[in-house]
């Protein structure tokens, strides 16, 4: 199957009395950045000491290191105001995932680094073996403000490739607008704090989105959650059922390493039953040069409801270290 690839997870956990922008209070939200990469938490309302708890990924393979950090207040009628921003070094976190650590108990501090002017640490932060992997907690000082913290762990992802979902229809989806006897539906696919979703295709129980997502598959693989959603504009959006798919068959048909099959062959064929909510059997077959799954999947707890789907797996390279 390959190696795994690693990626840098930042662990934005909370703010600790942020400056105020907003009455007595702040909109908050936080912007990680390393070069061209670029990812932001949700807003927190009415908080300076807001718990965002969301996790940002950063691709190694193009590493432009340091990492900086920017909090802001989301305005609701003027620019958003900045709230403070640092700059952190990762290169003592990736020495340590790149040193030799077998031997390491669960708990051991491989290293720790005190703050000095230079790494915007408002305290000592320490480097750790924890539960088989390297982890590392701080706290940011922000700069340019008058006060202000944000409390960050880092630590490695590691992947075995991409999953594709190629959401092909819906067939006989279930009806929510009782008036124009329809629905705007849109998907949703979860695996674990991942999370992608088609576009809503208006007043058709019959959608067709032909729309190609995608999820990273972790180590070890775990399954996939769809929702169905009919978009309301004055009110929140309504189920329209759920399914959840296991992507083990098509991650074991890659680690027999079928490369050398013709063009067609079919490696597994899954039948249905009442865990799996297959409609039809679903066939694994070596097609085009890739793993390929097709799928017909049954919602549950709805009146009528199927969706049609492709799955195909796509192998990373290798990341590069920084």
């Known amino acids: 199957m390959g190696s795994l690839t690693g990626y840098l997870k930042v662990h934005v956990k909370r703010g600790h009395d942020l400056a105020t922008r907003s009455g007595r209070s702040s909109n908050a939200y936080v912007v990680v950045k390393m070069g061209h990469q670029k990812w932001k938490t949700g807003v927190v309302k009415k908080n300076v000491n807001p718990e965002w708890n969301e996790e940002l990924i950063f691709d190694l393979r193009t590493p432009?290191?340091?990492?900086?950090?920017?909090?802001?207040?989301?305005?609701?009628?003027?620019?958003?105001?900045?709230?403070?921003?640092?700059?952190?070094?990762?290169?003592?976190?990736?020495?340590?995932?790149?040193?030799?650590?077998?031997r390491l108990k669960d708990g051991d501090i491989i290293t720790t680094i005190e703050p000095n002017r230079g790494n915007c640490l408002a305290e000592e932060s320490q480097i750790v073996w924890k539960d088989g992997k390297v982890v590392q907690n701080m706290f940011i000082?922000?700069?340019?403000?008058?006060?202000?913290?944000?409390?960050l762990q880092l630590s490695m992802v590691y992947w075995w490739g991409l999953l594709k979902i190629h959401v092909q229809k819906g067939v006989n989806l279930?009806?929510?607008?009782?008036?124009?006897?329809?629905?705007?539906?849109?998907?949703?696919?979860?695996?674990?704090?991942?999370?992608v979703k088609t576009r809503v295709v208006k007043q058709n129980v019959n959608p067709e989105w032909n729309e190609e997502l995608t999820l990273y598959i972790p180590d070890p693989p775990l399954p996939v959650e769809l929702f169905v959603y009919d978009r309301d504009t004055f009110s929140s959006d309504d189920k329209m059922g759920e399914a959840e798919f296991d992507i083990n068959p098509i991650?074991?048909?890659?680690?027999?390493?079928?490369?050398?099959?013709?063009?067609?062959?079919?490696?597994?064929?899954?039948?249905?039953?009442?865990?799996?909510?297959?409609?039809?059997?679903?066939?694994?077959?070596?097609?085009?040069?890739?793993?390929?799954?097709?799928?017909?999947?049954?919602?549950?707890?709805?009146?009528?409801?199927?969706?049609?789907?492709?799955?195909?797996?796509?192998?990373?390279?290798?990341?590069?270290?920084?």
């Open 64 to 102: 432009d290191p340091p990492l900086q950090l920017f909090v802001y207040n989301k305005g609701k009628f003027s620019s958003e105001d900045k709230m403070g921003q640092a700059e952190f070094d990762i290169n003592p976190f990736h020495d340590a995932v790149m040193g030799r650590l077998e």
């Open 141 to 151: 000082r922000l700069n340019n403000v008058e006060r202000g913290e944000v409390e």
């Open 174 to 195: 279930a009806i929510r607008d009782v008036i124009r006897r329809s629905s705007d539906p849109y998907v949703v696919f979860k695996m674990d704090r991942q999370q």
């Open 251 to 322: 991650v074991e048909a890659v680690k027999m390493g079928v490369e050398g099959l013709a063009d067609g062959t079919t490696i597994r064929t899954i039948p249905p039953n009442r865990q799996n909510r297959l409609v039809e059997r679903s066939q694994i077959v070596w097609k085009d040069g890739q793993v390929v799954q097709n799928m017909v999947l049954r919602l549950k707890d709805v009146v009528s409801g199927e969706v049609e789907l492709q799955l195909r797996w796509i192998k990373l390279p290798t990341a590069r270290g920084l």
